[in-house]
């Protein structure tokens, strides 16, 4: 069966910081990936998506950039964080040509 | 432009009770109607979803009604139960990019004994 995991599960940062939040899916090849972020009580916000190695699409202008070096790795970079970059971000994996999309746990990202 | 709407914002029912989520979308193009359930602090979990060809779906106590002249669809839980407590997404999908969802805003359920 097919696992998808996020790390880390939380994560503290100041302003102005780095950041790398990885993802990865087992169980599956070839797989499309998403990375949305959800602010607190609200919906989620489609960031990035990737149909293949290499290959990133940005859905929104921001401070974040995504790559996808190999298969089943997608990850979320920044390289000075915003107080607006703080929430709920998650990535998530469907099977090319089929919509249903699998979420992983999601990490809590906090600016101050 | 939030291309799916969703209410109510928040919803509280008695145990027992049916609740009753609805969704509205503009886009005639979007084929593929998902609901996600999502409890605090956790990732979202796809619950049923529905194809514009037919007009329900119903899988245990959860069941997806779609009117695609209306475009609306709406999730209705039979015999809400304090555990079936969180929040809920409804969202729509075309054939663009990778298949991307466009999510509502959620619902936030709270079902009480």
């Known amino acids: 069966s097919q696992t998808i995991h996020q790390w880390p599960a939380t994560l503290v940062q100041p302003v102005g910081s780095p950041l790398s939040l990885e993802c990865t899916v087992e169980?599956?090849?070839?797989?499309?990936l998403y990375w949305y972020r959800q602010a607190a009580g609200r919906g989620l916000q489609l960031l990035f998506y990737?149909?293949?190695?290499?290959?990133i699409s940005s859905e929104v202008p921001q401070n974040l950039s995504a790559s996808r070096p190999q298969d089943r790795q997608f990850i979320l970079s920044s390289k000075k964080l915003l107080l607006s970059d703080s929430g709920f971000y998650l990535c998530?994996?469907?099977?090319?040509?089929?919509?249903?999309?699998?979420f992983g746990p999601g990490t809590r990202l906090t600016v101050l | 432009q939030q291309q799916v709407k969703q209410s109510p914002q928040s919803l509280i029912v008695q145990k027992g009770g049916i609740s009753i989520i609805n969704c509205a979308y503009e886009?005639?193009?979007?084929?593929?109607f998902p609901w996600y359930q999502q409890f605090p602090g956790k990732g979202p979990a796809l619950l049923i979803a529905?194809?514009?060809?037919?007009s329900e779906k119903k899988e245990g106590r959860f069941t997806i009604s779609f009117n695609k002249s209306a475009k609306q669809f709406s999730l209705h839980i039979m015999d809400s139960q304090p555990g079936d407590s969180a929040t809920y997404f409804c969202?729509?999908?075309?054939?663009?990019?990778?298949?991307?969802?466009?999510f509502g805003t959620g619902t936030r359920l709270t079902v009480i004994p």
């Open positions: 969202a729509a999908s075309d054939q663009t990019g990778a298949n991307n969802l466009f």
């Open positions: 169980g599956t090849s070839n797989p499309n």
């Open positions: 998530a994996w469907s099977a090319q040509r089929f919509n249903e999309q699998f």
């Open positions: 990737s149909v293949g190695i290499g290959q």
């Open positions: 529905i194809r514009p060809d037919v």
């Open positions: 886009n005639t193009a979007f084929d593929y």
